[in-house]
DNA sequence: TTGTTTACTTACTAATAAGTAAGTACATTT
DNA sequence: AAATGTACTTACTTATTAGTAAGTAAACAA
């Protein structure tokens, strides 16, 4: 079955989302899944080949969210990027480049790759969002659109984390923010 | 000599920054000190114990570093905190924060508590600034000062998770766009 | 001078980590 | 019916981890 790989790697990336790449093993997936650890280096031989599987997930999963957006006007496809930070923010997770940028030196480089190319994907998506709906006049800020995507792309990356030392409001009050901000 | 247990800290300070806390072990600190890994212990019998002290330590050094900036006008205290994680970029650095919120459910209850009063420490002190700053008329912005504030750390803290995968010129552009906003 | 404290080292233990080689049961193909 | 492939398990190895108990050499105190 691929169901087992499915589940293998959609529980790593709650692992990963949860207690960082570095803070879980293998045993915290055969477990769960009532399989011996040598049945996930059966699908997975390293950790690298696993965590490389996750961010592969990450990018398909980010690239169809943005294409199912597409028709949206500029201003709704945000609220759709910032409702899903909010779903994490509920489950108490962090994005995936919040919880493996700062573990990034640890990384193997097959990994780094990947979130090179996701955190790249995100932000080019945004900046050309930006730059649109200010065109047409939804938004309106000042500066360049790539740089007011890093803006974004910080603060709904850090209020996740904050959220979890200082509490939840700290997404609602940093994301209701970002909004008033361009809107 | 209290030498040694300082050189302790001070390394498990930088390995935190650079490789997270679960991320580097009792060995990454004895060999660069030509110490053994029990000397460590000696010191420090658990690593939440080494964490607490780095913790300490850290909230101490900001402490100090408000209290000298204190007589100050706003925008230069601000300008000194935006250099101090300009500092961190330089040195490929994380701030405390940025390394251990995402670790945040692994960490020791004691970690834990240091790193809130960590935080909650930053934030009013910085809701105060801007507040103080605003009446003086050398800021400008909208909305609650606390919700200004949440949003700055936030970007200073992402800035350098995000300067370690796409480079180190999203810290000046996310940091220069910060100080543009409210100056 | 004797005893005690300080700052370690030596030499371990127990647990957990990633990873592997060989075997097995079942399904599918030839 | 025989051979092969799939999806695992059993049973390990090797490395690394946090942590500890007991010893030691030098400094200091009574």
Request: net charge negative; with cysteine; aromatic share 8%.
């Amino acid at each position: 079955m691929q169901d087992t790989r499915e589940k293998i790697v959609g529980l790593a990336d709650h692992l990963i989302k949860t207690k960082g790449f570095n803070a879980f093993s293998y045993k915290d997936i055969s477990d769960p899944l009532a399989i011996k650890n040598a049945a996930v280096h059966y699908y997975f031989p390293s950790k690298a080949d696993l965590g490389q599987a996750v961010l592969d997930q990450e990018i398909s999963t980010l690239e169809s969210g943005i294409n199912s957006w597409q028709a949206l006007p500029e201003d709704q496809q945000l609220r759709h990027l910032i409702a899903s930070f909010e779903n994490k923010c509920n489950s108490h997770m962090v994005c995936i480049m919040g919880s493996l940028s700062p573990d990034y030196n640890t990384l193997p480089v097959n990994m780094q790759e990947r979130l090179q190319q996701f955190s790249a994907a995100v932000i080019a998506w945004l900046t050309g969002l930006l730059e649109n709906g200010r065109k047409k006049g939804i938004f309106s800020f000042r500066g360049d659109a790539g740089d007011r995507a890093l803006i974004i792309v910080s603060n709904l990356l850090a209020s996740l984390l904050l959220s979890r030392v200082i509490g939840e409001n700290a997404f609602e009050k940093i994301s209701k923010q970002l909004l008033d901000d361009i809107l």
